[in-house]
């Protein structure tokens, strides 16, 4: 289909969604960064040096309608198609006809809705296509594109963000249906709070909003007004935008674990809920909070990490909704809970002697020695039994000899942290004192 027809098929059967897409980017609401007469990519798209390009944005937010005024500002032919229900197959009959098109002159803009569900080898199959500029690409993707598309492609594409629509920019777009000019619902009359509830229940998308409207005109009599009750009547359960293995699922554990680290339990049991009522497995939401516990908290209050394994427990004997509320606990503890990452912290410097350091052998008196031969060779000897020690503590060294005096481990002075120092401090004046009788010379 060429630039001039993109718009041309609509019927007035088709969806409101459809036949209400922006025919210039004078129309586009939202997206001010990319379509005001300055932005660079208006720039671009006016001086018809579009390069090819990948659009990433929420649902709904406009990806579609820019890649279709691009192709018809420049004029070429615009072939939809789909990750979920084409392959490369096509893609090489696409190419075909593309080398032909540009023989006569005729350019091939090809939109690949949702490219971030090809993999890498279908993203391969492009690669030569759009270098020779056999194709003018645009990729549209609700994923970050530096998780999902090939770097060698992406270093070959411009990618363009788009915002997530605001309630102002969603009752704008609602507004210039009912205004119609043929393409919308002329006639048709609504409340401001009924258009206002269907733009913040849409969550910055307006083909949702846009379907929502269509559906509540749908049900009215004829004259009726969009109210604010017909429109909860017919919006019916809210669907949460969540994608368990992409970059939102990313970003709400992140929230919900910075939240529990900053002692914010509002803010943790809301986005607990929110990864909750999407659809998250509950085991993953308890994996992460028993790391917290060890990582964050530590022992500044041991029994963090008790009550965040008892609460998997919990949940794997109630099940859901019953065993939800056990996680809710366990979060709200976690996050009232005193707060040091000291363990963490020295694990890590352990770890990086382990990987740097030279690793000698355990020192001989802690060697065990079950054998008569290797009590011959000296393990075990000179080891100092503690229980025989009247402090029970007794000043031998337990390192390497090139690790010899290191420290790891550095309590905080919070939570029972504070009480760790204090018996750290005890028994290294112990060891210390013991040291010093030792090495004194004896009595004559």
């Known amino acids: 289909m060429g630039g001039d027809d993109l718009f041309a098929a609509l019927e007035p059967e088709a969806p409101l969604a459809d036949r209400m897409r922006p025919r210039c980017l004078d129309e586009v609401r939202g997206q001010d960064h990319l379509t005001a007469p300055d932005a660079p990519f208006r720039k671009l798209i006016e001086s018809d ?56 002159g005729q350019r091939t803009t090809l939109f690949i809705d949702e490219i971030h569900r090809f993999n890498r080898a279908q993203q391969d199959a492009f690669l030569p296509h759009v270098e020779d500029g056999t194709i003018s690409l645009i990729g549209a993707t609700t994923e970050n594109p530096s998780f999902e598309v090939n770097a060698a492609l992406l270093s070959r594409t411009q990618v363009f963000v788009l915002n997530l629509l605001d309630v102002p920019a969603i009752c704008g777009i609602l507004n210039a249906a009912l205004d119609g000019d043929g393409h919308g619902l002329p006639g048709l009359r609504a409340d401001t709070d009924a258009l206002e509830a269907i733009a913040t229940a849409a969550e910055g998308d307006a083909r949702r909003a846009l379907n929502v409207l269509e559906t509540v005109s749908a049900s009215l009599e004829n004259g009726a007004r969009v109210t604010a009750e017909s429109v909860n009547a017919a919006m019916g359960v809210k669907a949460l935008l969540y994608d368990k293995s992409g970059e939102e699922h990313y970003n709400l554990i992140s929230a919900l674990h910075k939240s529990l680290r900053d002692s914010d339990p509002h803010a943790s049991l809301y986005w607990l809920a929110r990864m909750l009522e999407s659809g998250e497995h509950p085991h993953y939401i308890l994996r992460r909070m028993v790391r917290f516990a060890s990582e964050d908290i530590g022992n500044a209050d041991p029994r963090a990490l008790s009550i965040a394994l008892a609460a998997r427990d919990a949940y794997d004997f109630l099940g859901s909704p019953e065993g939800d509320l056990a996680i809710a606990h366990a979060a709200v503890y976690l996050a009232t809970a005193p707060k040091s990452n000291s363990v963490y912290a020295a694990y ?40 025989d020690d009247p402090d029970g503590v007794v000043a031998q060294s337990h390192l390497p000899e090139n690790l010899e005096g290191r420290v790891y481990y550095r309590p905080s002075d919070r939570g029972y942290e504070q009480r760790i120092r204090e018996l750290m401090d005890w028994w290294d004046a112990l060891r210390r004192r013991k040291s010093r009788m030792e090495s004194a010379p004896d009595d004559v």
């Open 49 to 104: 040096r579009a390069p090819s390009m990948i659009f990433w944005g929420p649902p709904g937010s406009g990806k579609t309608t820019l890649a279709r005024l691009v192709a018809g500002s420049t004029k070429s032919r615009f072939v939809a198609f789909s990750a979920v229900t084409s392959g490369v197959k096509e893609v090489r009959e696409i190419v075909a006809r593309a080398k032909g098109d540009r023989r006569m």
């Open 348 to 387: 890590g410097k352990a770890q990086k002697d382990v990987l740097e350091q030279p690793n000698l052998p355990v020192p001989m008196h802690l060697r065990n020695a079950p054998t008569g031969l290797m009590q011959d060779l000296g393990y075990g000897r000179g080891y100092q039994y503690a229980h």
